[in-house]
């Protein structure tokens, strides 16, 4: 190359700006995808209302800095003649407009929070409100990323921006808007900009690359709208690196090339893989990603892609007519009809489930391409699986099967425990759905079997306050449990119902959901009266008392008597109880039964049962 051609190269480079900077809005005619800002805005410059602070919101590349440049120029702007004021439209060729176009207007100061965020930046900048503008009708002070801002310099910054002077204005922009104090956002009038929709990009950044002289295909236009992600200051980079990609060859750019540029998948690739893992053909979808990503596809970005897939055929399902948009690509109404029509509403949610799951796995796993690989195969899995419909139904219509009476009660020279004789029914059934034989179970008996908790509980009789207590425990209510024991004064028991007296500070809602808690597990209607006075200690305070006494009897012991002695000073600290801790007799006395024609052996609590303090049978100090 010679000297010429790479002084005229480094040139061009030099002065080359990219598309983000060279497209900027300089008047809200050309600022795309916020006309409701612009509709306010506009009616506040006409009516002279205009307020002394704003905050523009939202996330990044949607226009917030673009948005407070065009506000700053149209406070200052004086027309071509130079006898203009404020307006919603700035000339854009008189002094002002120019001079804060090239950021050389002194006027207009423009911070970047996250490099100043101290009290002392705040302070040397309100130092400088009190002087009028130099050249401009307006000082404005824009600060962008505010919320970066520390306390002390939002503190600082309070008084001078609920009380400005005449000639100042503040324009604040941020990502994070809950991060900025309520104070200072009760002191500013706040905008909303909006992510810009997919169809407003495809127009914008179409127009832009016609202006370019470049030949972009629509889906490759689409694939930069829906991957900027309604922001546009994304969506130009993207089309600046597409455009470069494109250049050389001064042909067409195709979908594809954008998809390889962006590491994309194809969509047609994305629609394959759902419709394999749907079918149950894990092996196929296990190949198609094997092959998307030997072509550099990202495994994450791929399962995102059949995410997206899925929603679609969500839409479609529930909205057919979404499919005549014309912004809709054909591959995606085609298939998506297709696939609609195919697939049930519960398939859909579960694999949008799994998939979403599946996707934040992916993120935090060390291998992405495996993680999709066990997703994809769960997912293909599932399809095998009844829905919990179908599960439910097999479970209503199944039948019991009663243990065989003279099967032995463990298998023959087996060393694991007899079954215990206090072991519900409900443990000791098996579930078969109707129609199964005892030959090897079914996909849905497979399903079923594990669900026993599903069936219809046994009547279950309660003779004892106690009793209530060992079924709180045998159901895992350990909160209920330990209130049975700490809160409730005992007054009456029977059948049915239970009179007591709450400790103080015991929850208002404990009979309530006493009787709630038995009601279900009994089927059965028990009523919890609360008394004003009266009822015996809590089994806890009672237990306590056992144990104190216990405690007593150990100290008088011989043996520990010698052992204190042998060493003076030491102290008792723990007792330990082998073997389970009876309740009071107060609280295990049986109570009446229900029917008046009983006989007396019906209502015998027996001697076996008790309460354990902890599952180990012990008793700590």
């Known amino acids: ?330 591959l995606d109404r085609v298939r998506g009809k297709a696939l609609a029509e195919k697939l049930s509403m519960g398939e859909l949610t579960r694999a949008w489930q799994m998939l979403l799951k599946g996707v934040r796995e992916a993120q935090a796993a060390p291998a992405p391409l495996q993680a999709a690989e066990m997703i994809l195969i769960r997912l293909a899995y599932l399809t095998d699986l009844p829905t919990p419909a179908d599960a439910a139904k097999a479970l209503a219509g199944a039948t019991v099967s009663a243990p065989n009476p003279s099967a032995p009660s463990r298998p023959s020279g087996g060393a694991g425990p007899a079954p215990s004789s206090s072991m519900s029914s409900a443990q000791s059934r098996t579930t078969m759905p109707q129609g199964t034989t005892h030959g090897a179970p079914t996909a849905m008996a497979r399903a079923v079997a594990p669900q026993p908790h599903i069936e219809a509980a046994p009547q279950v009789e309660l003779r004892s306050f106690a009793d209530v207590i060992e079924l709180a425990q045998t159901h895992g209510e350990a909160v209920l449990r330990a209130e049975l024991m700490r809160a409730i004064h005992l007054v009456s028991f029977r059948t049915g119902h239970i009179e007591v007296r709450l400790t103080e500070g015991a929850p208002r809602d404990l009979p309530n959901r006493i009787s709630r808690f038995l009601g279900n597990v009994t089927g059965a209607r028990w009523m919890v009266e609360v008394a004003q006075s009266g009822g015996a200690d809590t089994v806890g305070e009672q237990m306590d008392a056992q144990v104190r006494s216990k405690r007593e009897d150990v100290k008088r012991h011989p043996l520990v008597q010698s052992i204190l002695q042998a060493f003076p000073g030491a102290e008792l600290e723990q007792v330990k109880q082998i073997g389970p801790v009876a309740l009071p007799a107060a609280f295990a006395t049986p109570a009446p039964g229900p029917r008046p024609d009983a006989e007396p052996g019906d209502d015998d609590y027996g001697e076996d049962n008790y309460i354990d303090v902890d599952p180990a049978g012990d008793l700590d100090l």
């Open 1 to 330: 190359m010679s000297e010429s051609a790479e002084s005229t190269s480094k040139d061009a480079s030099a002065g080359y700006r990219v598309l983000a900077r060279s497209y900027r809005p300089s008047n809200f005619d050309t600022l795309i995808g916020q006309d409701a800002m612009v509709r306010t805005l506009t009616n506040a410059f006409e009516s002279g209302r205009l307020a002394h602070a704003f905050v523009l919101t939202g996330v990044r590349g949607v226009g917030k800095t673009t948005t407070a440049r065009i506000i700053a120029r149209a406070l200052n702007c004086i027309g071509p003649d130079g006898k203009g004021g404020p307006t919603i439209t700035p000339c854009g060729v008189c002094d002002m407009c120019r001079s804060i176009a090239e950021d050389r207007l002194v006027d207009v100061i423009e911070m970047d929070a996250a490099s100043n965020t101290g009290v002392d930046n705040m302070r040397e900048l309100i130092d400088g409100v009190r002087y009028r503008p130099v050249a401009a009708r307006y000082k404005v002070y824009i600060i962008d990323e505010v919320h970066m801002l520390s306390k002390g310099a939002f503190n600082a910054l309070l008084k001078t921006l609920e009380e400005p002077p005449a000639h100042v204005k503040f324009i604040f922009a941020t990502t994070e808007i809950r991060k900025v104090p309520v104070t200072v956002l009760s002191r500013c009038q706040r905008f909303d900009l909006r992510r810009v929709d997919v169809e407003t990009l495809m127009t914008y950044f179409t127009s832009v690359a016609e202006r370019e002289g470049a030949k972009v295909e629509e889906g490759a236009i689409r694939l930069i709208a829906r991957s900027a992600d309604g922001s546009v200051r994304d969506g130009m980079s993207l089309l600046d690196q597409a455009i470069a990609v494109g250049a050389g060859e001064g042909k067409l750019l195709t979908e594809g090339a954008v998809r390889d540029m962006l590491g994309l998948a194809d969509r047609a690739r994305s629609f394959d893989i759902f419709e394999l893992v749907m079918g149950g053909d894990a092996q196929g979808a296990i190949k198609t990603l094997a092959e998307d990503y030997a072509a550099g596809a990202d495994p994450l970005i791929l399962l995102q892609d059949v995410l997206d897939v899925v929603h679609w055929v969500t839409r479609l399902k529930v909205a057919p007519s979404a499919a005549d948009d014309a912004m809709v690509a054909e």
